[in-house]
């Protein structure tokens, strides 16, 4: 069975439904075996000073990602061999403000979203450098021209927010969406198809969507607060084998976001080879270091100027006036937006 990028090899839908399952209950007796996990220290997020680097104490090196700062010898050394990169962890070489800059994608996903919303949006990006900025499909070539020559990508969500178009209206919405501009895709996958255990159709969908976008980057949006462990673990093994990039946790439409132990299952499960982008509620510095401290690699956010400056943001993108309504048979009430 050959599962790869696009699944350019589709297998049956009980073969799918066999591997998914046994990688589920694999990670979920591995899970259960294991102790809950030691938050620590922000170690592995911001530089906490000397005395981390165990390479400079004449040990095997830990990966602390302190180099540039507690080694500049070796670091220049290793660029006079011919390193094009050096890795570093958060904050080094930079402030944290910029380093959490790079990491955010600074969304604007309400509907009632004006051009001169869409400025704001591009002139915030454009100050910060922002990992890339998330808009709606209608407005990806706007924002594409408005940030052209600034190094700050933009991403397109496709299938948002429910997630219930056929596959081939999400390949057809991410290739229009490349073709104007954007160069990464937010896909929200068909939520009642997983949970009917109908991985072929899932499988489906993400390939369409990694093919039509063409080798530009695709995340699954999984929204997260719908789901069971056992059904968050197989929709990031689907998303493994058909070829995507990253996983992510919500929508900010549905009745919840991201949460630091959702980001620690879904890193497990997807292990180094994929990203994993926390989105929905994260409106503070402190929720944003916590989620990438579990394992996230990206942020998705409104309140990205907040977070970068220690501020709190709004509590939601609507100030109450849109809200999703769920029937008795889901989590009930109405809910305010957490993106």
Not at 84 to 107: E, F, N, Q, W, Y
Not at 226 to 249: F, M, N, P, Q, R
Request: glycine residues 12%; contains cysteine.
């Amino acid at each position: 069975m050959r599962l790869g990028t696009g699944v350019e090899a589709m297998v049956d839908g009980e073969r799918i439904v066999d591997l998914v399952t046994r990688i589920t209950l694999q990670v979920l007796q591995d899970l259960n075996a294991q102790a809950a996990p030691d938050a620590g220290a922000l170690a592995q997020v911001l530089p906490q000073g000397p005395g981390v680097c165990t390479t400079e104490q004449g040990s095997d090196c830990n990966g602390c990602g302190l180099c540039p700062t507690l080694l500049p010898r070796q670091v220049e050394e290793v660029v006079d061999a011919g390193a094009a990169r050096i890795g570093g962890a958060l904050g080094v070489g930079h402030g944290l403000k910029d380093s959490l800059a790079g990491l955010i994608d600074h969304t604007l996903l309400k509907p009632e979203a004006t051009r001169e919303d869409l400025l704001h949006l591009c002139a915030e990006a454009r100050r910060h450098h922002f990992a890339s900025v998330c808009v709606n499909p209608s407005n990806v070539g706007f924002c594409a021209r408005e940030l052209a020559g600034t190094g700050v990508p933009i991403a397109a969500v496709v299938g948002f927010p429910l997630g219930a178009t056929t596959p081939e209206i999400k390949g057809l919405e991410t290739r229009q969406a490349i073709d104007n501009g954007a160069s990464e895709i937010d896909m929200v996958l068909n939520v009642g198809a997983l949970k009917d255990g109908n991985y072929q159709l899932v499988l489906e969908e993400i390939a369409c969507v990694v093919r039509a976008a063409r080798g530009q980057m695709v995340k699954v949006i999984l929204e997260t607060a719908l789901l069971d462990d056992a059904e968050k673990i197989a929709a990031c093994a689907l998303a493994k084998a058909a070829g995507a990039h990253y996983v992510k946790t919500s929508t900010g439409f549905g009745p919840g976001g991201a949460t630091a132990e959702d980001i620690r299952l879904m890193r497990r499960v997807v292990g180094k080879t994929l990203g994993v982008k926390a989105s929905g509620g994260i409106r503070e510095q402190k929720s944003a270091l916590e989620m990438l401290q579990a394992g996230a690699t990206r942020i998705g956010a409104s309140a990205s100027v907040a977070i970068v400056e220690g501020k709190k943001g709004k509590s939601s993108y609507y100030n109450g006036t849109y809200q999703i309504r769920f029937t008795s048979s889901r989590p009930t009430g109405t809910h305010r937006s957490s993106a």
